[in-house]
């Protein structure tokens, strides 16, 4: 089997709900679709999402490098995945999203030609993945209504972005936990707002509403402070930000930095790159999430949750990203049942049949 192109379909549409986040905010979802043609007549779809406020990429960058990579990839197998990733990385150095989006699609092409659903050849711990819902940064008020529907609709963790001032924050957590009550869990998620020794009196402050964990509070680029929070926190502390790969998961995990990881395929660059992550962390002790781009449009929330059914290491999930779009642009793939478990194609691959004619036109 070879491969004889890779078509690419930009995607652009509003958000139900713009998100905000203490980097800025999200109001389209944004992606680089792409098919990965064989000469067997098998398709396998991938989707790249540039998120400018976390990887810094963008639509026209991402739909660049695919190009790019198309020219190393006609005549490989798609099946050769180790292969196929070291030529995306001998190409080009970084520019996660756009090898995300091929090798997403090539993994697709692997269970199509086997005849097995991804999630089988993830690991096949499990068919389905129960995920969160994320309320962006807002007036107490009204985040406290939004995690409260949210709860009535089925959801039973309410992941809540912060990261403003001591005083905001403190009043929307609280504000949540009453509206939502005792048995819902709720994870914080600061990206990056915080210095160190300023998120320990925070969280500390926080503790009192019973916070499952608090997700990177420091900046990427600050591993003594993340660690420094860590060996403080009365709350358990997630990396995201600061984890891009299997060598930021090794350091981590190495170093007890950290009490869980956060994953997400646009990153790290695809499957490939986050089994490893996995891995690592799961011979550390340390837990993984699969998270996802506020911009994905879900073919990629697709794949994560079959890397999530498949591997036993991955206990939370974050892919709530396609609840805020009114239609999909994909036709089969992942159902949702109980409002907030995704459940896995038992079809080959991804499940996925095609794109929509309002993609292609």
């Known amino acids: 089997m070879k491969i004889v192109d890779i078509r690419t379909h930009k995607l652009e549409v509003p958000l139900a709900h713009p998100l905000r986040i203490s980097l800025g905010i999200v109001t389209h979802a944004i992606s680089c679709l792409v098919e990965v043609v064989t000469d067997e007549g098998i398709i396998g779809y991938g989707e790249g999402s540039p998120g400018p406020l976390i990887t810094g990429e963008n639509l026209a960058g991402t739909v660049a490098t695919v190009a790019a990579l198309r020219e190393k990839l006609i005549g490989q197998d798609p099946r050769d995945i180790e292969a196929v990733n070291a030529i995306a990385s001998r190409t080009v150095a970084y520019a996660m999203t756009a090898k995300a989006a091929v090798d997403i699609a090539c993994h697709d092409i692997l269970g199509k030609s086997t005849g097995l659903p991804l999630y089988k050849i993830m690991g096949g711990m499990s068919g389905e993945i129960e995920t969160d819902m994320t309320v962006g940064i807002d007036e107490p008020e009204k985040m406290a209504a939004l995690a409260k529907k949210h709860v009535e609709d089925g959801f039973d963790t309410i992941k809540t972005k ?102 997400k395929l646009m990153k790290c660059g695809g499957l490939y790159e986050a089994r490893k992550i996995v891995q690592i962390a799961e011979a550390g002790g340390v837990e993984c999430m699969l998270g996802c781009m506020a911009e994905e449009s879900g073919i990629a929330i697709n794949a994560a949750a079959a890397l999530g059914a498949g591997m036993k290491n991955i206990t939370r999930a974050d892919l709530d990203a396609s609840f805020s779009l009114s239609e999909l642009p994909f036709e089969g793939g992942f159902t949702v049942k109980d409002t907030r478990h995704l459940v896995l194609s038992s079809e080959p691959g991804l499940g996925i049949k095609g794109l929509k004619p309002w993609v292609m036109a």
């Open 162 to 263: 912060v990261g403003t001032s001591f005083s905001d924050d403190i009043a929307r957590v609280k504000a949540i936990r009453e509206a939502v009550g005792d048995a819902v869990k709720i994870r914080l998620d600061a990206n990056q707002a915080w210095h160190a020794k300023e998120a320990v009196n925070l969280i500390e402050r926080l503790a009192d509403y019973d916070i499952e964990l608090v997700e990177q509070p420091v900046q990427r680029y600050d591993f003594d402070g993340l660690k420094y929070v860590t060996s403080h926190s009365p709350v358990p502390i997630m990396a995201d930000e600061a984890c891009w790969d299997s060598k930021d998961a090794l350091r981590l995990v190495s170093e007890h930095a950290v009490d869980y990881i956060n994953i």
